[in-house]
């Protein structure tokens, strides 16, 4: 009797983490790349690495979004550092047509995931789909112990994310706070970079913050109502 293979669960898009949605900066040659990856016409392999608060999730997640709108099937999955789902949520897997695997440094040194993964690995690959992967290392630095499967990690192209300037930053705040549906002056940018946060995840909390304060009192965001803002 054949068993029939398990096949994933639909994980959830982020709606606003489409290429549209990401400020490109320094990163075109990366975007291109993963562009062409995800409909089908690149790499078959990426690994994509750098600090956290880049934008590598957001990056992965477009690339699904890409992908389904070209009617190929995609799963996207990020592993925590806390806690690793069962090493079976790889089973079927294989059947996609893109495969989006973040933060994978969390699976180095779990024998039963790298198992896994190795075999799922070799199977996805013969039948010459798409795997899009990320970690905050480069793949010849990850800490996976078995030896085949680091192997495999540095196949494909490997594409870094620079860490921004701050000048590159504000114009990143700049973006998001357009698509948000509000504007905000550089001058409020370079203020919100040095006297409150230069992680971006962090900012975009922040943003969303003052999007409903500004909406609320219905204001701009000028310096001194962003003072008063923050200091509430």
């Known amino acids: 009797m054949t068993v029939a293979k398990q096949l994933p669960l639909q994980f959830e898009f982020r709606a606003n983490q489409t290429f549209n949605d990401f400020f ?30 880049l934008g ?7 690339c699904c979004h890409r992908a389904e709108s070209l009617n190929l099937s995609s799963f996207y999955f990020s592993f925590s550092a806390l806690e690793l789902p069962d ?29 896994a993964f190795f075999n799922f690995f070799n199977q996805h690959r013969d039948q010459d789909h798409i795997l899009i992967l990320s970690a905050n290392c480069a793949p010849n630095q990850i800490a996976i112990q078995l030896p085949d499967l680091k192997t495999r990690l540095n196949w494909g192209l490997t594409l870094k994310l620079q860490t921004l300037s701050d000048h590159e930053k504000i114009n990143t705040l700049i973006f998001k706070a357009d698509k948000m549906g509000f504007q905000i002056s550089t ?3 370079h203020f919100l970079l040095t006297h409150y946060e230069r992680d971006l995840p962090a900012l975009w909390v922040l943003l969303t913050k003052l999007d409903h ?12 109502f962003l003072k008063q803002i923050l200091d509430e």
């Open 24 to 53: 490109p900066s320094t990163h075109l040659e990366v975007i291109n790349h993963l562009q062409k990856a995800s409909a089908g016409l690149g790499e078959r392999q990426i690994f994509l690495w750098g600090p956290s608060g």
């Open 187 to 189: 001058q409020v940018g």
């Open 87 to 115: 090493p079976d949520l790889l089973i079927g897997l294989d059947e996609f047509d893109m495969v989006c695997l973040d933060n994978i440094e969390n699976l180095a040194g779990n024998a039963a995931w790298e198992s």
């Open 56 to 62: 590598k999730s957001h990056l992965l997640q477009a």
């Open 213 to 224: 304060a500004s909406l609320a009192a219905k204001r701009k965001l000028t310096i001194p």
